[in-house]
């Protein structure tokens, strides 16, 4: 349950980067794509299996300065 709760903050910090300018630098036409794909339960919750490595490492990127 923790790692999801952390997947959840990682997917709404990269969210967050992402709408407020961080597109630019993102510049992963793949990596946009995989942030299309992201898929949440009914309860809201990300859905592990839909997060790329590719997202998944990036997301830990963004996370890292917020720590």
Request: net charge negative; charged share 30%.
């Amino acid at each position: 349950m923790e790692e999801h709760t952390d997947l959840d903050l990682r997917f709404q910090l990269t969210e967050k980067y992402i709408l407020s300018g961080g597109i630019r630098k993102a510049e992963d036409i793949d990596l946009l794509r995989d942030l299309l794909k992201v898929q949440r339960d009914a309860n809201g919750k990300i859905i592990p299996h839909t997060i790329t490595p590719r997202l998944n490492e990036f997301m830990s990127n963004v996370l890292g300065p917020e720590l």
